[in-house]
């Protein structure tokens, strides 16, 4: 059971937009900054929004992301299909003083 | 370009001990928050330590603690986590990753390196 809460898979349609949920607590996400990640499939993980919102360099500005209170949200404009991956949040616990992650989300691109 | 290098992991007995290292490259080292992450076979990532620059502040997963100990040497530009008393859930590909700011923006990973654990 995982401290963040993500939906384990959602699918879209080619040139759509989805989002996926990211749903924590006061000491994870309404108190510390949220992180999405990307994993390809047997790759390792790739930092994809930081800071709640912020597009590190040479990420596609088809990718962003938004928080409010203790859920955010990664949002997928002009789905592609090498978007399919999983798709982690993640953001520090001040009362466990640690990184937590959410279980991860299987995007298809139908 | 910047690199990081797992090494270590392979084949131990439940009970047994491993010392994984990873080596980096193009960035400076001693200026950066540095963490381990682990993933299960076909499961989810999991956080298991990180280091402050000058290593004197540590945090653990729970799950690890008294177990792990995370470390690192800034004059070789490595880091390290050596792991005691391994269990069959501490099986997993094991990634290093630099901390953009102690928290969890891990913004460059290494391969990773597997970590299997026998009864």
Redesign the interface.
């Given at each position: 059971q995982s401290v963040l809460t993500q939906p384990p898979s959602v699918s879209e349609a080619p040139r759509q937009r989805v989002t996926i949920s990211c749903s924590g607590s006061s000491s994870n996400i309404g108190n510390s900054a949220v992180n999405w990640y990307q994993q390809l499939p047997g790759r390792a993980p790739k930092l994809l929004i930081y800071y709640d919102d912020l597009l590190p360099s040479g990420v596609s500005d088809r990718f962003s992301g938004s928080k409010s209170g203790t859920s955010a949200s990664l949002a997928i404009s002009g789905l592609q299909s090498e978007d399919e991956a999983d798709y982690y949040c993640a953001a520090w616990d001040v009362r466990l003083n640690a990184v937590v992650f959410g279980g991860g989300t299987k995007l298809t691109v139908l | 370009e910047v690199q990081l290098v797992e090494s270590g992991g392979g084949l131990v007995q439940r009970g047994g001990s491993l010392r994984l290292s990873c080596a980096t490259s193009g960035f400076t080292f001693s200026s950066y928050w540095m963490?381990w992450?682990r993933q299960a076979p076909g499961k989810?990532?999991?956080?298991v330590a990180?280091i402050k620059q000058d290593g004197g502040e540590k945090?653990?997963?729970?799950s690890v603690k008294g177990r792990f100990t995370i470390s690192r040497d800034n004059a070789k530009n490595s880091l390290y986590l050596q792991m005691n008393s391994l269990r069959a859930e501490d099986a997993a590909v094991y990634?290093c990753a630099r901390d953009?700011g102690g928290?969890?923006?891990?913004?460059c990973?290494?391969?990773?390196t597997l970590v299997t654990v026998s009864s």
């Open positions: - | 963490s992450v989810g990532l999991e956080w990180n945090s653990y997963v729970d990634f953009l928290s969890s923006a891990f913004d990973w290494g391969q990773g």
